[in-house]
């Protein structure tokens, strides 16, 4: 039963009408349903925390790249200069 909310859920994450969303709600009745739920609700929350820190890495990697290369022109400019 778990398994079957959990995939629903997935399947109708962009429901739109209140008739999906009546039918969502009558097939959570079991306590394994709503447990599968919260298990699957609690994997968005850690995901989101990932992807929050993936996005904070490649901004990092980002600057970094942009200070690499303007150290690299300031020593070009130099290296011309003599």
């Known amino acids: 039963m778990g398994y079957y909310v959990i995939n629903n859920l997935r399947k ?9 969303t009546q039918k969502l709600i009558h097939e959570i009745k079991s306590v394994d349903g709503l447990k599968a739920v919260r298990v699957a609700m609690e994997l968005n929350e850690l ?3 990932t992807t929050g820190q993936l996005i904070d890495v490649v ?3 980002d600057a ?3 200070l690499l290369a303007t150290k690299v022109l300031e020593l070009e400019n130099k290296y011309e200069r003599f």
């Open 64 to 66: 970094n790249m942009k």
């Open 59 to 61: 901004k990092q990697m």
């Open 12 to 20: 109708d994450k962009y429901m739109t009408t209140p008739e999906k």
């Open 47 to 49: 995901q989101d925390k």
